[in-house]
């Protein structure tokens, strides 16, 4: 069975730090580009990072760059997002997602409909 499952959010004071999780099952994780979304209630779902599948560039969104990083493990067939110095509006649902489409890096990034595969998503709560 084809499946992403995010792993990792919970409840955090500002200023600190998660790892959020994304492991693969029933498909290889290398051959795909991976971002990471966060969506919150009445919002439209944003694009945080992604990586690419081919040579492990990554891109940010400018609210997390410098904050933020996104790695790939192949052993493990999972993608992290570290999350440093985290803010209040960090508060979200997080999911990440897998896609095979031929396109820029800067494009799969923000296209949700280019995306295959959805996990269910974890909440980050920063709050103090």
């Known amino acids: 069975q084809v499946q992403l499952v995010e792993s990792g959010g919970g409840l955090v004071q500002p200023g600190g730090s998660l790892r959020l999780s994304c492991a693969a099952s029933?498909?290889?994780?290398?051959?795909?580009?991976i971002g990471w979304f966060r969506q919150t209630p009445g919002k439209e779902r944003e694009g945080v990072s992604c990586?690419?599948?081919?040579?492990?560039?990554?891109l940010y969104a400018d609210s997390v760059k410098g904050r933020f990083t996104i790695s790939r493990d192949v052993a493990s067939n999972t993608v992290y997002l570290q999350m440093n110095s985290l803010k209040p509006e960090d508060t979200a649902v997080y999911y990440c997602?897998?896609?095979?489409?031929?396109?820029?890096?800067?494009?799969?990034?923000?296209?949700?409909?280019?995306?295959?595969?959805w996990g269910q998503g974890t909440q980050v709560t920063v709050s103090s």
């Open positions: 997602a897998a896609s095979t489409a031929p396109l820029p890096l800067v494009v799969i990034c923000t296209t949700l409909d280019e995306y295959d595969y």
């Open positions: 029933g498909f290889t994780l290398d051959y795909y580009a």
């Open positions: 990586i690419s599948s081919s040579d492990g560039s990554t």
